[in-house]
């Protein structure tokens, strides 16, 4: 009762700063009334997202806190707010529409007392809307499930002739070349070989850097080999300025080489944190990270491999088709088995259609999509919403277009939706 007391106080001192029209006031109050709420982050599951769904008493608590906060909005005039101010307000604006769409899903969720099952977020009550809020989460940006699965059919073409285009390049017929792929001589197996391999990588990228990014004041990111059981499957990953790599059956193809270590260390991820880290944002911004962001930059870091001193030979060049292809495939996946109910047949024989010589990752991505929906699409459709602005900037400014003007633009203003930093990038004051 106590708390409860303490929760309504709280918003009647919203209701005195929106009376004052007092914004500053009113962020304030927002940043420690959300932090009161202790909002779980995104899972790693969709079980999990479900089994972490509070009381009802608790997520009633939350819709209180954001409608107040919906109605608390409209007493501003953006025209009057500053350029950081109006950043808060957006963000504000953004997360309580994605809270209350979540919300009225658990408060529909606890009514029906479903039990979390394991064959599909399609299977559960509700789960076509579910799979709807969690693209938007995931993505932070406006798009349907129809625009998902054929924007992923569009993205397998594409890989699909660039994978042949360097077939062609090789002069290997399609049999010999798809043999040729799993020859030994691709694999790195002495693990001092391939500590120094992506070490090399990394000098290279670091000397390249200047010529497409004006910010290299870094810190020099770490390379260690992979130790998450959790991550396992995957080709490596990045935290707290370490890139981790890791060798299935002690070995790494050197196709992988250099487009994991620009996805994942410089210039996508750990570049891509230590910018974010040096821009000055305000505590609003301080509460939220974009998934869709971070990935789609680290996607969209992987075309540079030729400018920065990389993508030597057709395979290495391939090694990042490769793995895009698989990328494009997921989504359309995606959107069959989380929006469509496709069965894992279904999804198994959609991916042998389109994707030669990967059967043996198939099953594992079509698990993956399944338990965490949406996720996967982040890296495709970040990545071309960041290609598509640069392609219109340049139309724009034609000879005055600086890549690392572009760049600045993108990052410099930290992690935001991705209306957002298309405003940032077009703005010309």
């Known amino acids: 009762?106590?708390?409860?007391?303490?929760?309504?106080?709280?918003?009647?001192?919203?209701?005195?700063?929106?009376?004052?029209?007092?914004?500053?006031?009113?962020?304030?109050?927002?940043?420690?009334?959300?932090?009161?709420?202790?909002?779980?982050?995104?899972?790693?599951?969709?079980?999990?997202q479900l089994q972490h769904i509070p009381s009802l008493a608790a997520v009633?608590?939350?819709?209180?806190?954001?409608?107040?906060?919906?109605?608390?909005?409209?007493?501003?005039?953006l025209q009057k707010l500053t350029a950081n101010q109006t950043t808060d307000y957006q963000l504000?604006?953004?997360?309580?529409?994605?809270?209350?769409?979540?919300?009225?899903?658990?408060?529909?969720?606890?009514?029906?007392?479903?039990?979390?099952?394991?064959?599909?977020?399609?299977?559960?009550?509700?789960?076509?809307?579910?799979y709807k809020y969690l693209i938007k989460r995931?993505?932070?940006?406006?798009?349907?499930?129809?625009?998902?699965?054929?924007?992923?059919?569009?993205?397998?073409?594409?890989?699909?002739?660039?994978?042949?285009a360097i077939r062609k390049e090789t002069g290997l017929s399609d049999a010999a070349f798809y043999k040729h792929l799993n020859d030994s001589s691709f694999?790195?197996?002495d693990p001092a070989q391939i500590q120094q391999t992506f070490e090399q990588t990394r000098k290279v990228v670091m000397q390249n850097l200047p010529k497409l990014f004006s910010n290299t004041n870094i810190p020099q990111v770490q390379?260690?080999?992979?130790?998450?059981?959790?991550?396992?499957?995957?080709?490596?990953?990045?935290?707290?300025?370490?890139?981790?790599?890791?060798?299935?059956?002690?070995?790494?193809?050197?196709?992988?080489?250099?487009?994991?270590?620009?996805?994942?260390?410089?210039?996508?991820?750990?570049?891509?944190?230590?910018?974010?880290?040096?821009?000055?944002?305000?505590?609003?911004?301080?509460?939220?990270?974009?998934?869709?962001?971070?990935?789609?930059?680290?996607?969209?870091?992987?075309?540079?491999?030729?400018?920065?001193g990389l993508y030597k030979t057709?395979?290495?060049?391939?090694?990042?088709?490769?793995?895009?292809?698989?990328?494009?495939?997921?989504?359309?996946?995606?959107v069959g088995i989380n929006y469509y109910g496709w069965t894992d047949e279904q999804a198994l024989t959609f991916w042998k259609k389109y994707i030669k010589?990967?059967?043996?990752?198939a099953l594992r991505e079509i698990r993956r999509v399944r338990r965490w929906p949406a996720q996967v699409i982040t890296y495709k459709h970040g990545a071309a919403k960041i290609m598509e602005w640069k392609t219109e900037l340049m139309k724009k400014q034609g000879s005055r277009f600086d890549i690392k003007d572009f760049h600045n633009r993108v990052l410099s203003h930290g992690s935001l939706p991705f209306f957002m930093i298309r405003e940032n990038v077009f703005d010309d004051k």
């Open 60 to 77: 009633k608590k939350q819709q209180v806190f954001f409608s107040r906060i919906k109605q608390g909005l409209k007493q501003f005039d």
């Open 187 to 189: 694999y790195i197996t």
């Open 1 to 48: 009762m106590k708390f409860y007391s303490a929760f309504i106080g709280m918003l009647f001192a919203f209701s005195l700063a929106m009376a004052q029209g007092d914004f500053k006031t009113f962020s304030a109050r927002f940043v420690s009334g959300y932090n009161s709420l202790h909002i779980p982050q995104l899972e790693l599951s969709y079980e999990s």
């Open 92 to 130: 504000i604006q953004y997360e309580t529409d994605l809270n209350l769409t979540r919300i009225d899903l658990e408060l529909k969720w606890i009514a029906v007392n479903a039990k979390v099952t394991t064959n599909g977020i399609y299977n559960i009550p509700n789960g076509k809307e579910w």
């Open 223 to 308: 390379i260690r080999k992979g130790n998450s059981e959790r991550l396992a499957q995957t080709p490596g990953y990045y935290d707290s300025d370490v890139f981790y790599y890791n060798s299935f059956n002690n070995h790494v193809n050197k196709r992988q080489v250099d487009w994991l270590f620009l996805h994942e260390a410089v210039p996508g991820h750990h570049y891509q944190s230590s910018v974010l880290g040096q821009a000055k944002v305000s505590d609003v911004q301080n509460l939220f990270y974009y998934m869709g962001f971070a990935e789609g930059w680290g996607a969209y870091a992987e075309e540079y491999g030729r400018e920065l």
């Open 314 to 334: 057709p395979y290495d060049r391939l090694g990042k088709w490769e793995w895009g292809i698989v990328r494009s495939i997921r989504l359309p996946i995606d």
């Open 138 to 164: 995931w993505v932070n940006d406006d798009i349907t499930p129809d625009a998902v699965y054929k924007f992923g059919l569009s993205e397998v073409e594409i890989a699909n002739k660039q994978i042949e």
């Open 357 to 361: 010589g990967q059967d043996d990752i």
